[in-house]
């Protein structure tokens, strides 16, 4: 080998053992990747087609003990469920919203409402016109399966219990849609 030669291959291995050292001390540090994640069941869009049902002004002597005065029906749209196989659990709508019951019906009514013995109440209409209650839970699909888009068809309007102890004045009402497995 030609003195040339040598000194090439000695100032190669001269800058691979430099090279070497100075990465010495990046091999021997260390360094943490943290993760994290939130997994989710999935999920449906929920669209009202109305945000405000004004049921206008209801006259004392119209309230009678069964009755539903100024219904309006409404729709709720499901579109657009996510997510994979639930096992057990079932997809639906919950409902929820403050009120009080009277002579066995839910009525939905806030604590700002001036009118007193009376409130909304809230059918899912259908063939059997189901009464619906703050807490209760629609089924959307079987248990462990991913909805398909549909339409849920409810009426609301003013009603009493008893209608033994109404009050006029102001009534309002914030009913709550919300996604869930059950």
Not at 91 to 114: H, M, Y
């Amino acid at each position: 080998m030609s003195l040339i030669s040598l000194c090439r291959s000695a100032d190669q291995l001269g800058i691979l053992l430099i090279a070497l050292w100075l990465l010495t001390p990046l091999m021997v540090s260390a360094t943490e990747l943290k993760f994290a994640a939130k997994i989710v069941p999935g999920t449906c869009t929920l669209k009202l087609d109305k945000s405000v049902l004004p049921l206008g002004e209801v006259n004392k002597s119209q309230l009678h003990a069964g009755d539903i005065i100024a219904a309006q029906n409404f729709t709720l749209n499901v579109a657009g469920c996510t997510g994979g196989k639930r096992g057990s659990l079932t997809p639906g709508v919950n409902i929820t919203g403050a009120g009080e019951t009277q002579d066995g019906k839910w009525l939905f009514r806030t604590d700002e409402s001036e009118a007193t013995g009376v409130g909304i109440i809230l059918h899912q209409s259908g063939d059997n016109k189901k009464e619906v209650a703050s807490g209760d839970n629609i089924a959307l699909a079987k248990p462990g399966e991913i909805p398909a888009d549909q339409d849920l068809s409810f009426s609301a309007g003013v009603s009493c219990g008893a209608c033994t102890s109404v009050k006029p004045g102001k009534l309002t009402a914030r009913i709550i849609f919300q996604f869930d497995y059950r």
